[in-house]
């Protein structure tokens, strides 16, 4: 019988599981996470589950029944520490072994450490897993003085819920304008209105020096320019670091911090696979290698190696696609807007209802929608064909962009 192992068990690592019993695999399934908790989504971590909307149950990806009416063996609370290639096994840090035929690492990030003086202090979190969920959900119920650091996605989503739970909030970006890494200008400002106009204090170019406690738990934040914000509970969300160490212990290419992966998702190992957030990839759509951290990135990666392992192989080709959500915003975004070279909106912005259409050599790369849930499908769907669509034809609103 084939044995797969999969490291990981989240939701790539999940995904690759039932997709597998989907594709009608026969052989034997392990997946192995090294968190204590059975597969779980992220996303509601910095929403509804901080706001108390979600519990644990809810969150979970699926009840423990569905991997045992499977035949699906979850080894929860272990660490893989080694891969031998030669042997074919991986071999736990409690010391037990486990044989595989192929492998497929789902192994995911960790948070990126704030790398200034207090950082250890008490009352510096984190928010990536459930159970920094828990920690984070009942210090924000005694928090007096909020301050976020990072104005990304994570970052934004969890001073939105702050803000919702009535907390003064202060959101420190270190650039000079909110989610810059992935949305223009325009959706940059929008965003940083909103949360002015919902209560959350948003300081731009702001570069923190140094964390200063009492007793052993932070109490200020100290900028370069030598303001001083109090604060009792300093969120941390600048980014993530994929975890590749198991992988370049084995041998396995890592190039610009991911596992490097073929058009399989082959990682330099015709019996390893490297999905997810961990994973660097060529993206069709982008025209570039990439590491993409997202639902749909994982859950797809999964499709298509569970497919390939089943005896179906075809090359990974999915358009991706993302969303935020931040108080009663949602932000959609499809396609990958790197490299373009210009935008054009659709839609009022004032009204709190638009779309921008980026546009790269004259062809549509990219749309981020902003309570526009009806752009965001058709632009899935026109970036999945290919179908042709111009700046003018984006920004003129008599002009329909449905596809079918
Ligand atoms: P992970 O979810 O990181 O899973 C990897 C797992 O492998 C982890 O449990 C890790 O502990 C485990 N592991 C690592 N090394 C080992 C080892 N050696 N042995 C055993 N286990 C190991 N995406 C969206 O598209 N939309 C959203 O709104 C959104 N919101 C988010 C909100 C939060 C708070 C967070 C943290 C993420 C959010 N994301 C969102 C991102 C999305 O959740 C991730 O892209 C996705 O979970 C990646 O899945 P993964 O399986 O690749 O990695």
Known sequence: MREVVIVGGGQ????????????????????IGDEPHAPYQRPPLSKAFVLGKQDREKILLRPEVFYRERGIRLVGGETVASIDRVSRRVRL???????????????????RKLPVPGAELDGVCYLRTLSEAVELKQRLEAARNIVVIGGGFIGLEIAASARILGKPVTVLEALP??????????????????????????????????????????REVILADGRVLASDLVIVG???????ELASAAGLPVVLGGISVDEF????????????????????????RVRLESVQNAVDHAVCVARTIAGKPVPY???PWFWSDQFDIRLQMAGLGTGHDRTVVRGNIESGKFSVFYFRGGRLC?????????????????LASGTDLTPEQAADENVSIKTT
């Open 177 to 218: 304008r909110l989610m810059a890494r992935v949305v223009a200008p325009v959706v940059s400002e929008f965003f940083r209105a909103a949360h002015v106009a919902r209560g959350v204090e948003v300081v731009l170019n702001a570069q923190v020096r140094e964390l200063r406690g009492e007793a052993g738990k932070v």
């Open 93 to 111: 840090e409690s010391g037990a072994e486990i044989c595989f035929d192929t492998l497929v690492l789902a192994v995911g990030a960790r948070n």
């Open 265 to 288: 998702l082959r990682a330099g190992d015709a019996n390893i696979f490297a999905i997810g957030d961990c994973a660097e990839y060529h993206n069709v759509f982008a025209g570039a």
């Open 12 to 31: 790539a690592g999940y995904q690759t599981a039932a997709s597998l019993r989907t594709e009608g695999f026969e052989g034997s399934i392990t997946l």
């Open 317 to 319: 080709h999915a358009a």
């Open 366 to 382: 990219s749309v981020d929608s902003v309570n526009r849930p009806a752009d965001h499908l058709a632009a899935r769907k026109l």
């Open 238 to 244: 600048i980014g993530i670091v994929p975890n590749t």
